[in-house]
Each structure stands twice: as structure tokens, then as C-alpha cells.
């Protein structure tokens, strides 16, 4: 409030700016009068139809990518080194607890001794 009485003690009560007469009555026609003609760009709108279908192809492509670049969807012939691997992974996991067991038996150890040995450290 103090600002607007600043204001007006320095500039006075009359409005600087003022609209002519008839102004916003005749301002629709003088505008559009004054608008340059341009023709209307149809190969703009193609692109717009088509848009959606771009962004779609686009999604697309990028999917059937990382299919074939992972090798997920198609099974190919990773498939076959992933199996034959986790076999081997487990045939040596078979081999570590036969050989613990044959072991174990060599020793004449049984889990209580085994138990005492690991309390004793």
C-alpha cells in the first residue's frame, strides 16, 4: 500500500496510457487484414499422420535388436554352451563332495571330530 501512495504522490492520479476510441471494436479485422497469406504446408500434415507410426517402428526396431544382440528370444546356440556349462559346473560340484566323502572315510573322521577340530582354532 505504501508503494502505490509512492507512486502516485510522485507521477499524480492521470493514467499515462491511454486506448483510442473504438480500439477493441475494430481490432479483430485490422488484425487479420495485417496477417500475411501463407499456403498450407501438406507435407508437414503426412508427417504428423504419420508420426505415431515412426515412434511405433522405432520402439520396434529397438526391441528386435536387443533380442538378437542378447539372444534371448530366437535360442540360438548359446542356449547349448549355457547347458553344457551349468553341467559341468555340476559335475565338479559332484566330484568336490565325493572326493570330501572318500575323504572323510580315509581319515576316519566323522562331524563330531570335525566339529571338535573347528572348535579347537
Do not use: C
Not at 508503494?3 to 477493441?24: D, Q, S, T
Not at 542356449?79 to 553344457?84: C, E, L, N, P, Y
Not at 563332495?97 to 570335525?114: H, R
Request: glycine fraction near 4%; hydrophobic fraction near 45%; avoid cysteine.
Amino acid at each position: 500500500m505504501n508503494e502505490e501512495l509512492l507512486i502516485e504522490r510522485k507521477f499524480g492520479k492521470p493514467r499515462p496510457f491511454n486506448v483510442p476510441e473504438g480500439y477493441f471494436e475494430s481490432f479483430q479485422t485490422t488484425f487479420m487484414t495485417n496477417l500475411p497469406s501463407v499456403p498450407a504446408q501438406k507435407g508437414r500434415t503426412v508427417l504428423r499422420r504419420l508420426r505415431h507410426v515412426m515412434w511405433a517402428a522405432s520402439v520396434a526396431a529397438v526391441v528386435v535388436f536387443a533380442a538378437v544382440y542378447f539372444g534371448g528370444m530366437f535360442g540360438t546356440s548359446n542356449d547349448r554352451t549355457v547347458a553344457s556349462v551349468s553341467s559341468a559346473d555340476m559335475s565338479l560340484q559332484m566330484d568336490n563332495d565325493i572326493m570330501i566323502d572318500e575323504l572323510s572315510d580315509y581319515a576316519m573322521m566323522d562331524n563330531d571330530d570335525f566339529y571338535s577340530f573347528i572348535a579347537d582354532e
